[in-house]
């Protein structure tokens, strides 16, 4: 059974920098056709795509993000990292970690951690 | 980017009609469409991928077509537990992977 788990803090202040990890088991992100992904949800409000990794370490982000994004896996961990700097009260979102296998879409989710940025 | 739009933004329907919502992208995706079912406090549910390709466990009431950038979900008898919001998401190749806006669908 494969499952994911977001972890991270549940409050940032304004200009810190947000780090978030995705622990996943049950599957090698390094077998073929393998993308996990970051998505996240301000409340009340709609998904928003941020930046996925691939199996072969091919990395993509939001180009409205882009410049605050960084993505990266560790395979011997089964762990991927998201870092988002300079933290603003609007990037306050329940953030998701998700998988994709082969030419499926993210079919499997964790059950996302909540972000808040205040001072 | 490639943009994503859906409508309506709102669907009210009764259980047992027969519901459509659409999903069209700026550029061709080449069937790289996926959809989701989400209820309020949870994760994102997948329904579809490669735009009318049924996850297992999702029930058949459920469908996708399409091609191009025109796409659509059918739920061809809606019951009370697929009063949720809808989206859709292209996952084509190198670009962004956007998301549509979101359609919900409530009781009439």
């Known amino acids: 059974q494969v499952t994911l788990r977001e972890s991270g803090p549940a409050l940032v202040k304004p200009t810190q920098t947000l780090t978030l990890t995705c622990t996943f088991s049950?599957?090698?992100?390094?077998?073929?056709?393998?993308?996990l992904t970051w998505v996240r949800q301000p409340p009340g409000k709609a998904l928003e795509w941020l930046a996925r990794?691939?199996?072969?370490?091919?990395?993509y982000y939001s180009t409205s993000l882009r410049t605050r994004l960084t993505i990266s896996k560790d395979t011997s961990k089964n762990q991927v990292v998201l870092s988002v700097t300079n933290m603003d009260p609007v990037d306050t979102a329940m953030y998701y970690c998700?998988?994709?296998?082969?030419?499926?879409?993210?079919?499997?989710w964790g059950q996302g951690t909540m972000v808040t940025v205040s001072s | 980017d490639i943009q994503m739009t859906q409508s309506p933004s709102t669907l009210s329907a009764s259980v047992g009609d027969r519901v459509t919502i659409t999903c069209r992208a700026s550029?061709?995706?080449?069937?790289?469409l996926a959809w989701y079912q989400q209820k309020p406090g949870k994760a994102p549910k997948l329904l579809i991928s490669?735009?009318?390709s049924l996850e297992n466990g999702v029930p058949s009431r459920f469908s996708g077509s399409g091609s191009g950038t025109e796409f659509t979900l059918t739920i061809s008898y809606l019951q009370p537990d697929d009063f949720a919001t809808y989206y859709c998401?292209?996952?084509?190749?190198?670009?962004?992977?956007?998301f549509g806006p979101g359609t919900k669908v409530d009781i009439k």
């Open positions: 998700a998988l994709r296998t082969g030419i499926r879409a993210f079919g499997i």
């Open positions: 049950g599957v090698s992100l390094s077998t073929i056709g393998m993308c």
């Open positions: 990794i691939d199996w072969d370490d091919g990395k």
């Open positions: 550029q061709s995706i080449n069937g790289w």
């Open positions: 490669r735009a009318s």
């Open positions: 998401q292209q996952y084509y190749s190198y670009y962004p992977f956007t």
